[in-house]
Structures are given as C-alpha cells and as structure tokens.
C-alpha cells in the first residue's frame, strides 16, 4: 500500500477525538476548576453504568418478545405487538419517560396494593399484607428511570429482531417444521441463533445510544452524571468547566464501547 493509499486509510476521525480528550484530561490535570468539576461528576459514573446495563438487559428480553410477537401467526399477539411498539415509536423519548415513571409507575403500584388487601381478605394475610404495604413512595426514582428506559428500547429493539428474524430464509423454517420440529423449536434451534448474530451490530448500537439517553432519567432527579453535572454547574457557576467534563466523560465511554464493537465485529467476520 502506497502513501497516499495510507494516508487515506488512517483513521482521522479517531485521531481528531483522541487528541480532543487528550486536551481535556490536560485541562483536568493542571486547571483547578476543571479538576474539581470532573472529581465531582464522576461519582455518578456507577450509576450511569448501572441504569445502562439494567436497562439494556431488560430491554433486550422485552425486545425479544415483542419481536417475536410481530411475526407471529397469531393474530392477537402480533397485533398486541405491534400497539406496543407504535405506540412508543409514536411518543418522544422523553415525554415517554415522564409518563412511565409518574403516570404508569403510580398506576401499578396502586393496583399491586388493591391486589394485596383481595389476598388478604380471602385469608392470604401474609402476601397479601407485603403487596398492600406497596405505594408510590416506595419506587425509587432510579427503578422508575430503569422501568422507563427498559419499556422504549425494549420496542425500537423489537424492531431490530423482526428485520433479523425476517432476514433468515423462509426456507429454513420449512425445513426444520419438515423434519418434526414445532414451530417454537425450529424458532429456538434454527431461526433466533442465526437472527441474533444477524443483528448483534445493530445491538451494540443501540447499547451506545442507551448509554447516551440514559442522560435523560436526570429530569427524574437521578444523580447520574448529567444530573451532578447540572447541580454542579448550578451552584458554582462553572458551566464551561461542568459540560465540557461532562461532554468528554460521555464521548469516553461511548469511544470505548464502539472500539470494542468493531473488534467483535472484525471477529464475528472471520468466524461467519
């Protein structure tokens, strides 16, 4: 490879958003205010992560249910299916949020205390009485964040495993019911294994974009880094110093995730 062949391949991209995290962790390092500024706001990165995988991982079951709900032969459950993802691809994210957390939350933790005092008075006292003691108060804000986060991405990822589902060859399904298997053993053992790793770039993707609008459970008074940042900001008057630290802490670890994406990908294409 020549030169200007090398020149051209070089990532500069990456190059251009090292060096600019590499001017930050130097203005953490010798400026005083943005030192103070990023030891605050990191103690807010546990919860970040910890609302990120949560959520993720609860959205990625939610997904695969609804996912396969909309390919169902089954008219209620694909229609079911399809209300649940319409209706969360037809609201903002965040008016979303707002909504699970102060309308649906209160919703169901009321209904679990009406259920309690039933148990209770068919003679269930010991169940019934732990579900009465449920109430509103007793959700915190960040299991209301997590529920929040976990219901939206589980159907935008339930749109990711349609299309992977969908991308395996009818054939195959054939096949396998030919050969004796039910339609939820030929779903299990032929069509899902070869649909996840169809989709797991599309995955890892939506992990990323998680991990950044997992910045918005904030507006719910979650302290996580966005909202240390912005109590930070509001009380020193340090702005540029918050939302620059901020802006890096997230490209950081957004940065980290996608190299480790790509390495998996480079993998998943040698072993495909």
Do not use: C
């Not at 090398?6 to 962790?25: C, D, N």
């Not at 030192?35 to 103690?43: E, G, K, S, V």
């Not at 169902?72 to 979303?96: D, H, M």
């Amino acid at each position: 490879m020549d030169l200007q062949a090398r020149i051209a391949a070089f990532p500069w991209w990456l190059f251009a958003l090292i060096i600019l995290i590499g001017v930050t962790l130097i203005l953490i390092s010798m400026n005083p205010d943005f030192a103070q500024a990023f030891n605050i706001i990191r103690t807010g990165i546990g919860v970040t992560i910890e609302v990120t995988i949560i959520a993720y991982s609860t959205a990625i079951i939610l997904g695969l249910i609804a996912g396969l709900g909309r390919v169902s032969e089954n008219v209620l459950t694909k229609n079911l299916a399809t209300v649940y993802v319409e209706l969360v691809r037809g609201i903002p994210l965040l008016v979303l949020i707002f909504f699970i957390a102060l309308v649906i939350v209160p919703g169901a933790t009321d209904l679990v205390s009406i259920i309690g005092k039933m148990l209770s008075d068919v003679g269930l006292i010991s169940i019934g009485n732990r579900l009465s003691l449920v109430n509103n108060k007793s959700v915190p804000m960040n299991v209301r964040g997590i529920v929040a986060l976990s219901l939206t991405y589980g159907a935008f990822l339930a749109e990711v495993f349609r299309a992977g589902i969908q991308s395996v060859s009818k054939g195959q399904m054939e096949a396998s019911r030919s050969q004796g298997m039910s339609y939820g053993q030929a779903m299990r053992y032929v069509i899902l294994p070869q649909a996840i790793r169809n989709v797991l770039p599309a995955l890892g993707n939506d992990f990323i974009s998680m991990l950044k609008d997992s910045s918005l459970v904030s507006i719910l008074a979650v302290r996580d880094i966005t909202q240390i940042a912005r109590l930070y900001a509001g009380h020193s008057f340090h702005f540029p110093e918050a939302y620059m630290t901020l802006s890096i802490t997230y490209l950081t670890m957004t940065l980290i995730l996608s190299m480790m994406l790509k390495t998996l990908e480079r993998r998943h294409t040698r072993n495909g």
